[in-house]
């Protein structure tokens, strides 16, 4: 009995060695975010690999942890390097990190990337003067902005998320609708970019023409 445990014993080893050596992919590295008008960039370097092809996770939180388990994952299987998350709130900092993983697993996190949205300050004043035919707006400067977007709803909801852009990077602080309907209600907010990120909306006005 005591020759065959010794036998035994060497072979168990050899197989728990060969199955630890044999797990998932590296992190990702470099991991890079940008802030946009309403949107953060991510880009990463790939992940090398000579079996099979790599995708990737990406993790969002708002608080910094460094650790995958305080984020939430937003995209899942992706097989670019790149990835833009619309699902973003202005004025609000995020924290990110990506992960890569193959059929034997998923790697850990990269480095976490912080980016703020929306950190430039909010047009003031935002008056609407009914026109025949058109709506003239005005509104204060912002000593950062480099232009300005309006934005038109046909209902009052207080956020440039329930309302279409009808201007885009106007250099003045005034604009003057004349793609208009008469007696039709219209509910305006203006917001402020430096060419990199886009503050939060103006005060909401409504004007009828």
């Known amino acids: 009995m005591m020759k ?15 199955a630890c050596g044999d797990g998932g992919p590296d992190a990702p590295k470099n991991l890079a ?20 092809s790599i995708k990737y996770n990406v993790y969002r939180g708002t608080t910094a942890s460094g650790y995958l388990s305080s984020k939430t994952k937003v995209a899942a299987s992706l097989t670019d390097t790149t990835y833009s998350d619309t699902l973003v709130t202005t004025n609000t900092t995020y924290y990110y990190q990506v992960t890569a993983e193959n059929s034997k697993g998923e790697s850990g996190g990269s480095n976490e990337a912080k980016v703020t949205v929306g950190t430039i300050a909010a047009p003031t004043n935002l008056i609407g003067t009914a026109g025949i035919g058109q709506v003239k707006l005005s509104w204060d400067a912002v000593l950062e902005a480099t232009g300005y977007h309006v934005y038109r709803g046909t209902t009052p909801s207080g956020s440039v998320s329930g309302k279409t852009r009808i201007g885009t990077n106007i250099s003045l602080i005034s604009y003057t609708d004349a793609m208009v309907t008469a007696g039709v ?16 909306g103006s005060n909401e006005v409504a004007v009828t023409p």
């Open 33 to 52: 975010a940008v802030a946009g008008a309403s949107t953060v960039t991510l880009s990463w370097d790939s992940v090398e690999s000579d079996t099979e």
């Open 4 to 18: 065959i445990l010794r036998m035994m014993i060497p072979l168990l080893v050899l197989v728990v060695t060969v």
């Open 185 to 200: 209600a219209y509910y305006y907010q203006v917001t402020a970019t430096d060419g990199t990120v886009e503050s939060g």
